[in-house]
């Protein structure tokens, strides 16, 4: 079972920050918080990562809690090619650890 | 574009027949992964190949079956096919790097249809 819970669906504004929460207060000290959206009819793409400090890239900012419990990741500035289902995981590092999705946030970015 | 391909796009089959699903993987990547998502829902893991062999599986009955050759393309056999099989069938490829962090890249998914 999925070790995360999120919100079934969210909407934005176009041009504005999407908040996308996650709760996972079972998480480990050695497990790590990622992202991965699936834009419709696409395979899952890998968004960002983190394990306890907040972290950005090119796509998206992670924030995780100090106590690790939830985290939310932000997309500073949504488009209309940002509408996608956003699956957030813990996951163990290394290679022999799969990834176990939840039902995800569908994100409606919207004119 | 992740770089991971897999054919065929879309597949239909009839109930009782036997599949088999091909990816070829990131170049550079060694460790191929397979997922089933069912409609309307998150992924869920089958099984992971590394250097040919079986290396973790989920919970998935042994009607589904893997392969991986020595270029790392992998294969996923599907026997006895059941109308609960149909689903979008993921491959993903990845590599451990140093810091033992990796990513998971995906490939677009056969959409198998069993009629």
């Known amino acids: 079972d999925a070790k995360t819970t999120q919100p079934p669906s969210m909407d934005c504004a176009e041009g504005r920050a999407a908040n996308l929460p996650c709760n996972h207060s079972t998480i480990s000290g050695n497990e790590y918080v990622y992202w991965y959206r699936q834009i419709h009819s696409q395979g899952p793409q890998y968004i960002i990562h983190g394990l306890k400090n907040n972290e950005t890239n090119e796509m998206a900012s992670l924030i995780i809690t100090e106590d690790r419990k939830s985290s939310t990741l932000i997309l500073p500035h949504a488009t209309l090619r940002d509408t996608a289902v956003y699956y957030c995981i813990v996951r163990l590092s290394g290679g022999y650890n799969k990834l176990i999705f939840g039902a995800g946030t569908r994100l409606a970015v919207h004119p | 574009d992740a770089g991971v391909t897999q054919s065929p796009t879309h597949l239909i089959k009839t109930r009782g027949q036997q599949v088999t699903l091909r990816c070829s993987p990131k170049?550079?990547?060694?460790?191929v992964s397979w997922y089933q998502q069912a409609l309307g829902q998150g992924p869920q893991f089958i099984f992971q190949?590394?250097?040919?062999?079986?290396?973790q599986r989920g919970n998935f009955p042994d009607r589904f079956s893997g392969h991986q050759f020595p270029n790392y393309s992998s294969e996923l056999n599907v026997n006895a096919l059941l109308l609960g099989d149909s689903a979008l069938y993921l491959c993903?490829?990845?590599?451990?790097?140093?810091?033992?962090?990796?990513?998971?890249?995906f490939g677009p998914g056969t959409r198998l249809t069993v009629t």
């Open positions: 993903a490829s990845s590599t451990a790097l140093p810091s033992g962090i990796y990513e998971q890249y």
């Open positions: 190949y590394y250097e040919e062999e079986e290396r």
């Open positions: 170049s550079g990547h060694d460790t």
